[in-house]
């Protein structure tokens, strides 16, 4: 599941923050909606998703950095998946990245 240790550090932090939290974050009464299908008929549930996000998650911040730094899919802190790459692009927090090894021949 986590790719490093600070991947599971950073996960911990937004984990601790979900429960000193006042209320419950919506997306844990119905998950599937963050994760919606790349399709138009899942627009609405995509679109549904991050309003609620943005207007009654108490975590939306830890949220965001978290699925900026990790995530490909889904929608985190309001985010989509393209904004995140567009924010990780603009190196606004710094994001681990893989390390590709190249064989020479």
Aim: aromatic letters at 10%; charged letters at 30%.
């Amino acid at each position: 599941m986590f790719e490093n240790a600070q991947q599971f550090r950073d996960w911990s932090k937004l984990q601790e923050a979900i429960d000193e939290a006042s209320e419950i974050p919506p997306c844990t009464n119905y998950p599937d909606a963050w994760f919606p299908e790349h399709s138009y008929e899942n627009l609405t549930e995509a679109n549904m998703a991050i309003k609620m996000c943005k207007t009654q998650c108490p975590v939306m911040t830890e949220c965001a950095i978290y699925g900026i730094k990790w995530e490909k899919d889904g929608i985190w802190g309001g985010l989509t998946a393209r904004e995140r790459i567009r924010i990780r692009n603009r190196n606004e927090i710094k994001v681990p990245r893989k390390v590709r090894v190249v064989e020479r021949v």
